[in-house]
Structures are given as structure tokens and as C-alpha cells.
């Protein structure tokens, strides 16, 4: 059985859909598809990595990063 001790925990960021993805690019829909939001003002929990830093990038006028988590 593994134990999870002297793992550091990967930091997490809160982010919201503040806007929707109507009227955007296919691309960008797709961003926020793999981002995991389906409806307007849903929060999701994803860790906080150069790859999720990289999408939301792509779509800052979309998104709201509410806050990191430690």
C-alpha cells in the first residue's frame, strides 16, 4: 500500500466562466471544453501547471482565476 508522505500537493486553481464561448472561435471553445466548463459562472478545480496556465491564457476574456489554493 502507498503512502502519499513526503509528497509535496500540487497547488490548485480555483477558475470561472465569467463569459460564454458563443460567437468565439472553435478553438477557444475547445479550450474551455478541456478546461471541464459546461455552463455559464461554473467554478472548476484544476492544478496549477504550465499547461493550465497555457489555456487560460487562450481565453482570459472568458475566464476568471478566483484564487490559487495551497
Known amino acids: 500500500m502507498a503512502s ?15 463569459r460564454s464561448g ?15 466548463f459546461r455552463k455559464l459562472n461554473q467554478i ?3 492544478p496549477d501547471t504550465p499547461e493550465t496556465r497555457g489555456m487560460i491564457a487562450k481565453i482570459p ?6 484564487e490559487a489554493e495551497k
Open 61 to 66: 476574456h472568458l475566464v476568471k482565476v478566483i
Open 44 to 46: 472548476v478545480l484544476r
Open 4 to 18: 502519499n508522505k513526503g509528497k509535496a500537493k500540487t497547488p490548485m486553481l480555483r477558475i470561472k466562466q465569467v
Open 22 to 36: 458563443i460567437g468565439c472561435s472553435p478553438k477557444q471553445r475547445l479550450v474551455l471544453k478541456g478546461l471541464g
